[in-house]
Structures are given as structure tokens and as C-alpha cells.
């Protein structure tokens, strides 16, 4: 009779575990949009989001267009943010230049997430041996700051979108790793984890199925955070000439090919691409801002 017990208890309680888990989304959710910080981010980002979907779509011209009989014009009605050195217009350049900064800052950060995740179960959960060695080598990385070392690495490897990307999600991995590992360290003394080791559940069972549900707040807080540090690295990286490559309409690029035109008074040429990075960037901190004020109530 005792030994049916603990089979019963786990499947009556599930139930009401997921209704309360589905009241507890739905909440988050209303409070969400009841946050004007989350919601100006929502629509500052989902502008650039439109933006890189419908760009080629709604720019008035051919963003790689080049034009020797404009060059350098002031922004005007035919051209609202002017044109650059050899006569593209900056407003159709702004507006698909959005599509790889967001494609590939969005996804490193994905990769960092992923990644950072999994290490940090691991990290939180077997503690010992594997969590010193694994938090020994997480330290190493902080001690560089993360541009210096994406240089290093895009030095070695060559500039392309994919280098970019495996660089930064991997900058970022350690990052989000030692962040989950301190939430990990809580749960994994909790009654429901003692529980799952007693009914015989393999470990990736309880750590991607039992934990992880558990710690994900944290984990979405980082993934905004580290969204908007990828968006200003990748566009760093451009403007340095180790990230996305020309003839893109990459916003980092445009200020790399216009910042010497400023003190000859052509000053549109790379404030557009600069205000473009700092809206978005904004607008994710918003976000990001937002989750985390809701989360973490």
C-alpha cells in the first residue's frame, strides 16, 4: 500500500500543478502589458522589427544604389536622411540596414542562452569537481572584456555573419551560465527535486523538465539583457571592419564609412545610423527592464 503511494501523489498533483503554472503565465502576461516600460520597448523594437521583415519593401530606393550625381545631398523631401559619399540614400540604407544587426545579434544571443543554460544546470547541479572546474574556466573569460576578445577570436577566424555569431554566443555563454548556476544552487535542494531523484528519474530528466521551468525567469531576464550588449557589440564589431561586411546596409558600417565626412559638415551621414543603434538598443533595455520589474516581484 505505501510502496503505491508516491506513484499516485506525482499524478494527482500534476493537474493542479499545470493550472497554477497556466494562472501564474497568464498573470505575468496581463502584468506585462500593463507595464509602459515593457510596452514602449515592445514598439520601439517591433518598429526595427518591421523594419527588417518589410525593409526592401518599403524603402523609397535601392538601398545598394549608388548615384555620382547626388552625393553628399542634406537631408531634403527626395532624400529625408540625405545621401552618403557616393549617393545612396541613408533613409532606404537605415531601414534595411535593421535585417543583419537584429538576424545576428538575435541569434548569438540565442546561442549564448542556449548554451549558458545548459552549462549552468550542469554547473548548479553536480556542484564538486565539475562545477570548480567549469566555474574556473567561466572566470577566465570575465577577466577580458567581450569586444576584445570577439576581435581576438574574428582576427583568427576571418569576419562573416556566422563568425560573428558563434563569437558572441560563446562570449556570452559563461555569462549566462554563472547567472542560472546561482538559481540552480537553490532549487536543487528543494522537495520536488528530492522527490523526482526517489521516483528513479534520469538527471537530464530533472534538470531540463524539473529545474528548468523553475529558473526560467532569470534566464528570459538574461536573454534581454544580453540582446541589447549583442546589438551594440555587432555593430562594434562593423565598425571596426571585423563584422558584417559591404556592401551590406549594416548601420555599424555606414558610421565606419562616414565618421571622417562629420567635420566637414556633412553631419546626416552618420548620425541616422547612429540614432537607428541607440533607439534599438533603448528599446531592448525597455524590454528587458520591463520583464525584469514583472519577474522578479
Not at 138 to 165: M, Y
Not at 222 to 227: A, D, K, N, S, Y
Request: contains cysteine; charged residues 15%.
Amino acid at each position: 500500500m505505501t510502496a503505491t503511494t508516491p506513484s499516485v501523489e506525482p499524478g494527482s498533483a500534476l493537474p493542479v500543478d499545470t493550472s497554477e503554472l497556466r494562472r501564474a503565465r497568464r498573470e505575468t502576461f496581463r502584468a506585462l502589458l500593463r507595464s509602459k516600460t515593457f510596452l514602449v520597448g515592445l514598439l520601439i523594437v517591433g518598429f526595427w522589427v518591421f523594419c527588417a521583415v518589410f525593409g526592401n519593401l518599403i524603402a523609397p530606393e535601392d538601398p545598394l544604389q549608388t548615384n555620382s550625381s547626388v552625393t553628399l545631398k542634406a537631408p531634403s523631401a527626395e532624400h529625408l536622411f540625405g545621401t552618403d559619399a557616393l549617393g545612396r540614400d541613408i533613409f532606404s540604407r537605415v531601414l534595411v540596414g535593421s535585417r543583419d544587426i537584429i538576424t545576428v545579434a538575435l541569434l548569438a544571443t540565442i546561442l549564448g542562452t542556449v548554451a549558458g543554460t545548459g552549462l549552468g544546470l550542469v554547473m548548479g547541479y553536480f556542484r564538486g569537481l565539475v562545477d570548480e572546474v567549469i566555474s574556473r574556466v567561466v572566470e577566465a573569460f570575465f577577466a577580458l572584456p567581450i569586444v576584445i576578445v570577439a576581435l581576438l577570436a574574428l582576427t583568427a577566424l576571418g569576419p562573416s555573419n556566422i563568425t560573428v555569431i558563434v563569437v558572441i554566443g560563446l562570449v556570452f555563454t559563461p555569462l549566462i551560465a554563472r547567472t542560472v548556476r546561482s538559481a540552480v544552487l537553490s532549487e536543487r535542494e528543494l522537495e520536488y527535486v528530492s522527490a523526482a531523484k526517489l521516483r528513479g528519474e534520469r538527471t537530464p530528466y530533472i534538470l531540463f523538465v524539473e529545474i528548468l521551468p523553475n529558473v526560467l525567469p532569470p534566464v528570459i531576464v538574461e536573454f534581454t539583457v544580453r540582446l541589447g550588449y549583442a546589438i551594440f557589440t555587432v555593430a562594434t564589431l562593423s565598425f571596426l571592419g571585423f563584422g558584417i561586411q559591404p556592401p551590406t546596409p549594416d548601420w555599424g558600417l555606414q558610421i565606419a564609412e562616414s565618421y571622417g565626412l562629420i567635420g566637414g559638415g556633412f553631419w546626416w551621414t552618420a548620425l541616422f545610423p547612429a540614432l537607428a543603434i541607440a533607439t534599438l538598443v533603448v528599446g531592448v533595455n525597455l524590454i528587458a527592464d520591463g520583464v525584469q520589474s514583472v519577474l522578479e516581484r
